[in-house]
């Protein structure tokens, strides 16, 4: 238990960074670069982490608790999903509704630290990120249902249990794909990646999840970003386990196929963004309804 | 109407002022609404000071007539204007406006261009303080109050290494109900400082005009000295100077074409293109030595010769650059999640075009001809090739940069293979007293327009120059009406106007 809980969260801790160096150097080998090193995040965090703090004066406490949030929240939402065939630390039925909304209340703060500053752009950052959210909510709640109603639980080391493996031999193997579909467009809106959000864009007006952070710096800066590392390790464990349900046997293999699975989820990442433009904005609540339309269909499949 | 008082002239001619009609303010005022009705444009339109009152200028073209017209009248510190029944005036009247304190009355957006202090003595019509240099951006914007209704501001300083200029939005929710753009933050003053020149100093001002179109302006400002001093440049220096236009106007349209498919996103032409600008700008440096043109074209003619082995490698390299450049962009044009965001987006129908007196690219995506290269050319015309598009939005501003592509590799090719022989320098005698001279270079953004007046002894005592941003801003402004906010930044670099070109 004590050492399950460990390995959770050092496994997080230390690999989450390197998603995003791998996302950013596959971008860079289809843009005919080198790019930048694979440990270039790790590199960001410890400079920010250097740095001092800078608060506007317009700021409240809010402005920090945006940041300390978005950095504590995938931390503990990482202890309710298991790791590959690693399972969750900590485990209780229902522990699905806390894990979707523990990522609801660390959204709450970082629009309302967003709205703190009182900049205009922040604000419009705001409202398009708690609009997109809203319209994914659906996906992974239906989503959820159907691995529900596969397993016989509601925590979420029943629904991603090794039944997965002969549930997708099974005729649920078409829900399983739809929602492994879903799942992947959410994943893709909730950490602001391209064809929903652009995260390297310098243009405050199209942007999203970036500019509701713009006018944070060092340290808080730092937390952000790592924060937003987590949290994308996390959702991407979700999707690892729906495709990748197989188990070694031995702890160190499901380890080495978990990380296989995140790494092969960043490279997906990086070749997505390298092959596609962005949606013009009004398309991406059309694109989420599709979703939510998909995962609903997904689980009409599995109650027929 | 009068129209015995209308001097019409072409490209390159020198213009006696003596022989120059004074027309009275209503003959001005018919005969200018007569010829914009008549399928004219305005180039230019400026004033002077005389001994008593102004002197106005106004210069219209006629494109297909392959001609220009001039009108010239006298006008005291108040005059009515002319921008309600000629939009595209608007800037040109604010200019005079804020320039000598000439009040355009009944002028329905008076407020100030540039944000400088008056260059007469006379009273401020704004009533700011003669001895503080006016801070720029200081001016009343248009506001859209309601529920709803939110305000964003953006600039003078923005994300990206780009120049300075603010933007103030007025939005409902996602959708922009107006966009009023303010600039001036780069003025240095350079019509002012060109007076009583030409000065060792003017043409290396006129370089950094627009930095990026360091061609068009050096050749619109060397075609006044010519037309003034009756030269006519050598056919070789004219070639070399349309060869070194139409490898800026390459270098810019991919630099464009890149930055269009970076903003939606879109990484392989984003990248492919920053390379392949980079390799055009350094065909620029191997004729000239400078990546920009600095100090390439020279009144007279220019100051470096584009010799044979020069020429074999400059063909070599755009034989090897020009597929490269295909595949990259036409990469751009095939990919249908890029055609989704460029497709409709920003659009701008043919005839708020024409009212507003758009030129270049801008003009020629919403379906107006409009291309000096191809109607007002100073010697013989090299170019017969005009691209236009007829849908006026972000698609069209891109697909007409990327047919221009295309047509220069083959025009510098053509160049390249008729350079006629002979001299490339010609020495400039003095400049013809009392003359007003006009130029139009068809440079990458669209027409560069610059008029030199000279005074008895031959020294300049009025320079104007029109970028293509002059015209062209108020088209962006146009554009966003209606639009997504999230779409300016695309918006914007469709249009890619320049800050420093309009600041002068």
């Known amino acids: ?304 | 109407m009068n129209r015995s008082k209308l001097i019409r002239f072409t490209h390159g001619a020198c213009i006696s002022l003596k022989e120059l009609p004074c027309l009275d303010f209503t003959e001005f005022r018919e005969s200018l609404l007569e010829e914009i009705a008549g399928d004219g444009r305005v180039a230019s339109f400026f004033a002077m000071p005389a001994d008593d009152g102004f002197d106005l200028y106004a210069i219209l073209a006629h494109d297909w007539r392959e001609e220009f017209a001039l009108l010239h009248c006298r006008v005291g510190d108040v005059y009515p204007a002319l921008t309600p029944d000629c939009p595209q005036l608007h800037l040109f009247e604010r200019e005079i406006a804020e320039q000598y304190g000439v009040l355009p009355e009944g002028h329905p957006w008076l407020k100030p261009v540039r944000f400088h202090n008056s260059w007469v003595d006379a009273a401020d019509i704004w009533r700011r303080d003669p001895q503080q240099h006016p801070i720029p951006g200081d001016m009343d914007f248009y506001r859209v109050e309601g529920a709803g209704v939110h305000e964003v501001a953006v600039g003078p300083v923005h994300a990206g290494v780009i120049e300075p200029g603010h933007f103030r939005f007025q939005c409902h929710g996602e959708e922009v109900l107006s966009l009023e753009i303010s600039l001036g933050f780069q003025h240095r003053g350079l019509e002012p400082q060109l007076i009583g020149g030409p000065h060792p100093a003017s043409i290396h001002q006129m370089e950094a005009a627009a930095g990026d179109t360091t061609i068009g302006h050096t050749t619109a400002y060397s075609q006044v000295l010519e037309s003034l001093a009756g030269v006519e440049v050598a056919s070789r220096a004219y070639s070399v100077r349309a060869i070194a236009l139409e490898l800026e106007r390459l270098a810019n349209h991919i630099g464009d074409i890149g930055a269009m498919a970076g903003d939606v996103g879109y990484l392989p032409t984003a990248s492919f293109c920053g390379r392949l600008r980079g390799d055009y700008l350094n065909l620029t440096a191997e004729l000239c030595g400078s990546r920009f043109g600095r100090g390439l074209v020279r009144p007279g003619g220019v100051a470096f010769d584009l010799d044979l082995p020069l020429q074999e490698k400059l063909l070599q390299r755009l034989a090897v650059l020009e597929p490269e450049t295909r595949g990259a962009v036409e990469l751009c044009f095939d990919s249908p999640s890029v055609l989704a965001r460029f497709e409709g987006t920003g659009r701008l129908s043919t005839d708020d075009a024409e009212t507003l007196g758009l030129v270049g690219v801008a003009a020629r995506a919403c379906g107006l001809m409009r291309d000096a290269r191809l109607h007002h050319p100073v010697a013989e015309r090299e170019f017969d090739t005009p691209v236009i598009d007829t849908d006026g939005d972000v698609f069209a501003r891109g697909n007409v940069r990327r047919q221009e592509i295309y047509a220069s590799h083959d025009l510098i090719r053509d160049l390249i293979k008729r350079l006629p022989e002979g001299e490339d320098q010609r020495s400039l005698g003095p400049l013809a007293a009392d003359s007003l001279a006009l130029s139009v270079c068809e440079g990458w953004r669209g027409e560069v327009v610059h008029v030199g007046i000279t005074d008895g002894a031959g020294k300049l005592a009025r320079y104007k120059i029109v970028d293509p941003s002059f015209h062209n801003w108020s088209g962006l402004a146009m554009v966003l009406r209606g639009q997504q906010i999230s779409d300016f930044p695309l918006c914007n670099k469709s249009f890619n106007l320049s800050y420093c070109g309009f600041d002068l």
Request: overall charge neutral; aromatic content about 10%; proline content about 5%.
């Open chain 1, 1 to 304: 238990m004590i050492g399950g809980l460990f390995l959770h969260l050092a496994l997080l801790l230390l690999f989450a960074p390197l998603l995003l160096g791998i996302i950013t150097k596959t971008k860079a080998l289809f843009g005919g670069r080198i790019g930048a090193p694979l440990l270039q995040s790790y590199f960001d965090l410890a400079r920010l982490w250097r740095k001092g703090f800078v608060f506007s004066r317009t700021t409240t406490w809010v402005f920090l608790a945006g940041p300390v949030v978005g950095l504590v929240v995938p931390l503990l939402a990482a202890l309710l999903i298991p790791f590959g065939a690693l399972p969750a630390p900590v485990s209780f039925e229902g522990d699905l509704i806390l894990f979707v909304y523990l990522f609801g209340l660390s959204r709450f703060f970082t629009a309302l630290a967003a709205l703190d500053t009182g900049s205009s752009f922040e604000g419009m950052g705001a409202v398009r990120e708690v609009t997109f959210s809203c319209l994914a909510e659906p996906t992974v709640l239906f989503s959820l249902l159907v691995l529900a109603r596969l397993s016989d639980g509601l925590s979420l080391n029943t629904l991603l249990g090794s039944h997965l493996l002969t549930a997708w031999q099974s005729e649920a193997g078409a829900s399983l794909s739809l929602i492994l579909v879903c799942l992947f467009v959410v994943l893709l809106v909730e950490n602001s990646r391209i064809p929903f959000d652009d995260p390297n864009t310098h243009l405050e007006l199209t942007m999203i999840h970036e500019v509701m952070v713009l006018d944070h710096s060092g340290p808080a800066l730092a937390m952000i970003l790592y924060g937003a590392a987590l949290k994308m390790m996390v959702l991407s464990a979700l999707l690892v386990k729906l495709a990748l349900p197989w188990q070694t046997g031995w702890w160190l293999g499901d380890v080495g196929l978990f990380l296989a699975g995140q790494i092969g989820v960043a490279v997906l990442i990086g070749v997505i963004e390298s092959s596609m433009a962005r949606l013009r904005l009004p398309r991406v609540p059309q694109v989420l309804i599709g979703t939510s339309l998909l995962s609903i269909f997904a689980l009409v499949l599995v109650l027929r």
